[in-house]
């Protein structure tokens, strides 16, 4: 498998943190961190869950130095704690999910889309900054590019499988380790993580478009994708149905998490332009990436100050030039994990 840089991992630094310091532990894990909490949320589909994952890495790995035999690398190592917690966090609560794998689809008529549901049912955006520090991580085995794997329907797809199988396809698939290392991370056998995989990826490659959306980005080109995200804010700001209709596939699907209700067809979607041009045309919106794709953070006006405060995140699904998929997370708390501004 291919090692990530060495740097840290002097005999020194690890005598040192093997005796308790604490400061020669974190230059040991530093490195290690974006990857593993990528890692954390491939398994669990949730930033904020990933999160407590790492940290739950983070002190395992901690007081289990003394006893790290060198056995393995010490990546190698660090992800078997990962993956280990990753599960134990999975058997603790529901799955997340979109809501297209909650529930039907709401009748087009349907405008009004009732209250929130827990937001720990969703799958939640992931940072897109946080992925430019890992390339190079996954070694020529992996099958999946590291963006490739945090994309929506990648992480959708992935939070359908029971939790085995879930972490053998990204340890195999997306980070490349041997089936030999799989089966000793989750204390199996090699014959069980290959059977694993092998359903794990019937189940996958059902779910997934026949192209990547990074292959589809690289087609497109930078250019034409900022002038798609441009005329779709610009669209929904004038309330302009034609112009939205114009921009997405006729089977495109919108939904809005914590909502479980979700549309599917251009026509219906295009519909709500007229009613959401108000709100559309007052807000501010900033473009972005999220999971390696494009999106629009946007700020909407606070009637009583005139402040633009965050208001939702919608990530774009494309298909050639079109817009297949709009994801709207109207989870205003998790921008400043993202990265975006707390006002524009």
């Not at 309330?239 to 026509?267: N, T």
């Not at 939702?312 to 708390?333: M, N, R, Y």
């Amino acid at each position: 498998m291919a090692a990530a840089s060495t740097s840290t991992h002097r005999p020194e630094l690890l005598d040192a943190a093997r005796a308790g310091d604490e400061t020669a532990f974190a230059r040991i894990v530093e490195e290690h961190k974006a990857e593993l909490q990528a890692h954390c949320y491939r398994m669990l589909g949730s930033l904020h869950d990933a999160e407590d994952a790492l940290q739950e890495t983070l002190l395992r790995a901690w007081r289990g130095l003394p006893e790290f035999g060198g056995r393995s690398s010490l990546r190698t190592w660090l992800y078997r704690i990962a993956t280990n917690a990753s599960l134990d966090a999975i058997a603790r609560r529901p799955r997340r999910v979109l809501p297209v794998d909650y529930g039907p689809m709401a009748t087009p008529t349907a405008n009004e889309p009732g209250p929130p549901l827990a937001e720990s049912v969703w799958i939640e955006p992931y940072p897109d900054e946080a992925l430019g520090t890992m390339e190079g991580y996954a070694s020529p085995e992996a099958r999946y590019e590291q963006r490739e794997a945090v994309e929506l329907a990648f992480i959708a797809a992935l939070q359908l499988l029971p939790a085995t199988q879930r972490a053998a396809l990204i340890l195999r698939e997306v980070l490349g380790f041997s089936a030999r290392e799989v089966s000793e991370s989750l204390e199996t056998t090699v014959a069980s993580v290959n059977s694993a995989l092998q359903r794990a990826r019937k189940t996958v490659e059902e779910r997934l478009p026949d192209r990547s959306q990074q292959e589809t980005l690289r087609l497109l080109g930078d250019e034409q994708v900022r002038e798609l995200v441009d005329s779709y804010v610009e669209a929904w700001a004038r309330g302009d149905v034609d112009a939205v209709k114009a921009l997405l596939a006729e089977e495109a699907v919108f939904s809005m998490p914590p909502w479980s209700m979700w549309w599917r067809g251009r026509d219906t979607i295009a519909g709500f332009a007229p009613e959401a041009r108000d709100t559309c045309a007052r807000a501010r919106t900033l473009p972005t990436r999220v999971n390696g794709q494009p999106a629009v953070a946007c700020y909407g006006e606070d009637a009583d100050t005139g402040r633009h405060l965050p208001l939702a995140i919608d990530v774009l699904t494309l298909e050639g030039s079109l817009i297949t998929e709009i994801t709207a997370f109207v989870t205003p708390e998790i921008f400043p994990r993202l990265g975006l501004p707390p006002e524009l």
